[in-house]
């Protein structure tokens, strides 16, 4: 289980953030203290701001008013502490790169600018590519792997920088079964490390089973807390509003027993039983 | 040491401008690297433009107010500001109009383009100025001198040293900026850097080519770099090399032709590009089509399984199976060879055998056969096409639509000319869930949930089921419980129960 020698510290706190590209704000006073050790969901419908919220934990957008603090210290003065694999659709897939390349990226934070890779950081680098067991490919040119080898080459990259938090934006969108079990594989032994994980995702029907805390957002903060108390059919209904019954429809499942099966017994992955 | 100084009083006028253009051309050529990668051509093509009026206003400025000649400083300085203002300018009207970047780009382009010719060829003004507009368009390398050796000196070391000590902060811009900005790095220092690097290129290109071509210094010998390596820094030593090999072979070409160099090295780059395109060992055109001519059709291969699981010999002669495919013999022992390799086919002199994986997937291939004639036969289909019509179709065998299609036609078990359809084993592998509408007769399972309450009592979690028959013509399901009675359901009932499958085969 997670060290809880931090835990009067979050591991992410955002107060009263607000962060705008035009006149309409994609966050609007979002505020939410992750604790240190968690697996957390970002659920919401298309462009309600996920990406957003993760850029801003990152430090790349900068919010209108509010702020971010990571492990407690001011966002802007953070560096390299949280790594961060894309969402497929916002990378380059013919940047000249290989996939060595770009988990060596994960290395880059730890030097200062005039100093070279050393040889270490590429051992860190081949054993991240190991980890996400994407070694065989480590000379490819990046846009010539599968969707779900693309997806670890990333994995392997926030991996390489052994940062103690990973956001991840959208890392299950189309990959395959196996390719979704795996990574889930990767993130849950992260957390035993202790890591501390914030995973934007799209599927309601696993967001259940996947995370110990989901955050509802669309432009506001709808709901942060245990799946069960975030997936209430009113909630979500008024966030997703008639597009729920699109995706009842897709899914052949009403909402309540999609919020049923996630709470089956038998279906834990390695929570606590309280 | 003899063919130098010959050389050198021949065409000792020639050595300043091949020095310089040589300088040029590899600077031009590196920041063309980045240009590309970050899409941001027009970048190069709007300092180029604006340089007219930008030169034009640093000439006025100096000779109105200090009354001197032409100041290469203040020229470049009126061509870097001019170039700020513009790109500056085509963001401005594309962020606060609905004109699109395109058009904002031509409008501001040709916009302050005019704007410079129009001071020149102004007669109170043109006074003052005397800028030669054909080389401006063209370029004039011929007739460089020395303080535009200097420039091009000091330019290009600059570049060097800034792409050599940044690289890899350039890059992680590029490629990801937003993880670049979470390690500290200055994003946005970086892209100004970056556009400054890119107005000091153009500006000394512009002696070379010409404000109108010089963008192809910048972004054709990059292209054709992009084409040929996979890796960043490869291929910015590829398109510096790129771009010097072109700059002598233009330069050489007008000599030769009594041309203007500028043209001719563009055309020298625009060539090599076009020759990049056709022939590049792995992003070529000729590759391309290479490799497509001598793939293997998918459809062969699935012919070849199907050919020798409907054989029913184990041992299967290479004829045979040539013979049942219509396609050309090269074509089937290639797609044969492939197979082999894929470890689907075993090759025992002159006969072939599938293995267990390859068994496997003709299974599956003939189940989407059979079950795309199924469906042909319940459209209407007539009996003599529906094999043919079938063959076409089965290579549409991804699981979802042979699933869906399955679902649709109510999971039959018999095609129409009455052959055994193959079960799902796909899905239905040992403990992943599946309805058990996929359940045949025979096979045994365990109950898992049952989604429809008036079942609820009869099957229970956990409870082991064993497949019964069909009937009423295959569209009622029946399950066998421990005890011994049968439960009949409907498709819907079946689908609402999910179970495990616990054999691997029929009890
Ligand atoms: N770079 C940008 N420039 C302008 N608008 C943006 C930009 N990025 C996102 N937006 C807008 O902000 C809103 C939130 O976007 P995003 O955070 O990407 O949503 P999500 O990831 O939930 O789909 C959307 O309306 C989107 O159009
Ligand atoms: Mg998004």
């Known amino acids: 289980m997670s060290s809880s020698k931090s835990v009067s510290k979050p591991a992410i706190e955002v107060q009263n953030l607000t962060v705008s590209y035009g006149p309409v704000p994609a966050l609007l006073d979002v505020s939410l203290a992750i604790p240190a050790g968690k697996l957390v969901g970002v659920i919401g419908p298309n462009g309600s701001g996920k990406s957003t919220l993760i850029k801003a934990i990152l430090g790349f957008v900068k919010p209108d008013i509010g702020s971010v603090k990571i492990l407690g210290e001011d966002v802007a003065r953070v560096k390299g502490r949280v790594a961060y694999v894309p969402q497929r659709g916002s990378v380059d897939w013919d940047f000249p790169i290989t996939v060595r390349e770009v988990a060596l990226m994960g290395r880059y ?4 600018w005039w100093q070279d890779m050393s040889k270490n950081d590429y051992a860190l680098a081949d054993r991240a590519l190991q980890q996400v067991r994407m070694s065989e490919f480590s000379r490819r040119q990046i846009g010539q792997l599968s969707g779900g080898q693309q997806q670890r080459v990333f994995m392997a990259r926030a991996l390489a920088q052994d940062a103690d938090i990973l956001l991840l934006d959208e890392p299950f969108a189309g990959v395959d079964a196996a390719t979704e079990g795996a990574i889930l594989n990767v993130l849950t032994e992260a957390r035993q490390k202790g ?10 029907e696993t967001a259940c089973e996947y995370f110990d805390l989901l955050i509802l957002l669309k432009q506001r903060m709808f709901a942060f807390g245990s799946p069960e108390q975030v997936l209430e059919p009113e909630l979500l209904s008024d966030v997703y509003e008639g597009k729920l019954r699109v995706f009842e429809a897709l899914t052949n499942h009403t909402l309540e027993e999609v919020l049923q099966k996630g709470r089956l017994p038998g279906k834990e992955d390695g929570r606590s039983p309280e | 040491m003899d063919w130098l100084t010959e050389f050198h009083l021949a065409n000792g006028h020639l050595i300043k401008p091949l020095v310089v253009g040589t300088l040029v051309s590899l600077a ?30 640093g000439y006025l400025l100096m000779k109105l107010l200090f009354g001197t000649e032409a100041h290469v400083g203040a020229m470049l300085l009126g061509a ?8 500056g300018m085509v963001g401005f009207v594309t962020r606060v109009s609905r004109v699109k970047q395109d058009t904002a780009i031509g409008i501001m382009y040709t916009g302050i383009f005019a704007l410079g010719a129009f001071a020149i060829s102004m007669k109170s003004l043109g006074q003052y100025i005397h800028i030669d507009i054909y080389h401006f368009i063209v370029g004039s390398v011929i007739s460089v001198g020395n303080s535009e050796l200097w420039i091009a000196g000091l330019v290009t070391a600059f570049i060097v040293a800034v792409v050599m000590m940044f690289f890899r902060q350039l890059q992680l811009t590029s490629f990801d900026p937003v993880m670049a900005a979470s390690i500290g790095v200055p994003v946005v220092a970086v892209d100004y850097l970056l556009t400054a690097c890119t107005s000091l290129v153009v500006v000394s290109g512009v002696r070379i080519a010409g404000v109108i071509l010089v963008v192809a210094l910048v972004i054709t010998p990059a292209a054709s770099a992009y084409l040929l390596f996979d890796r960043l820094n490869r291929m910015i030593v590829a398109a510096a090399a790129i771009g010097i090999g072109c700059f002598w072979a233009g330069f050489f070409l007008a000599h030769a032709a009594g041309a203007s160099p500028g043209p001719s090295i563009v055309i020298t780059g625009t ?5 990049t395109l056709v022939f590049a060992p792995k992003y070529g055109l000729l590759v391309d089509w290479n490799r497509r001519r001598r793939a293997v059709p998918q459809e062969i291969k699935e012919d070849v399984l199907g050919a020798i699981l409907r054989s029913e010999q184990e041992w299967v002669p290479i004829n045979d199976v040539v013979r049942h495919i219509a396609s050309n013999k090269p074509k089937i022992r290639r797609a044969i060879i492939h197979l082999i390799r894929q470890d689907l086919l075993d090759q025992k002199g002159t006969e072939l055998r599938l293995t267990s994986q390859g068994r496997r997937e003709g299974r599956r291939l003939l189940r989407a056969h059979r079950i795309w004639e199924t469906y042909l036969d319940r ?31 109510g999971h039959p078990l018999k095609d129409p000319h009455g052959s055994t359809i193959p079960e799902d084993f796909v899905d239905f592998e040992e403990l992943s869930e599946v309805r058990s509408s996929l359940l045949r007769e025979g096979f045994r399972a365990e109950i898992v949930r049952v989604e429809d309450v008036t079942l609820q009592d009869r099957l229970r979690p956990g409870a082991k089921v064993l497949g019964g028959p069909r ?15 049968t439960v ?20």
């Open chain 2, 488 to 507: 009949e359901l409907s498709h819907d009932q079946a689908d609402a129960v999910f179970v495990h499958r616990v054999e691997s085969e029929p009890a």
């Open chain 2, 379 to 409: 459209m209407g289909t007539p009996a003599n096409e529906l094999h043919g019509q079938a063959h076409k179709l089965e290579h549409m065998n991804d699981e979802q639509t042979i699933d869906y299609l399955d679902d649709k036609l």
């Open chain 2, 28 to 57: 031009c050529s590196v920041v063309g690297c980045f240009i590309i990668l970050r899409r941001l051509s027009f970048l190069s093509d709007a300092i180029a433009h604006a340089m007219l009026a930008g030169v034009v206003g």
């Open chain 2, 471 to 485: 009937s009423a013509d295959g569209i009622r399901w029946s399950l066998i419980t421990e005890d011994g009675a």
């Open chain 1, 195 to 204: 890591k501390t994980m914030v995973v934007v995702h799209h599927d309601l």
């Open chain 1, 109 to 112: 934070g730890s030097k200062r």
């Open chain 2, 80 to 87: 870097l500001l001019a170039g700020v203002v513009t790109v």
């Open chain 2, 271 to 275: 060539g090599f590009f076009l020759a």
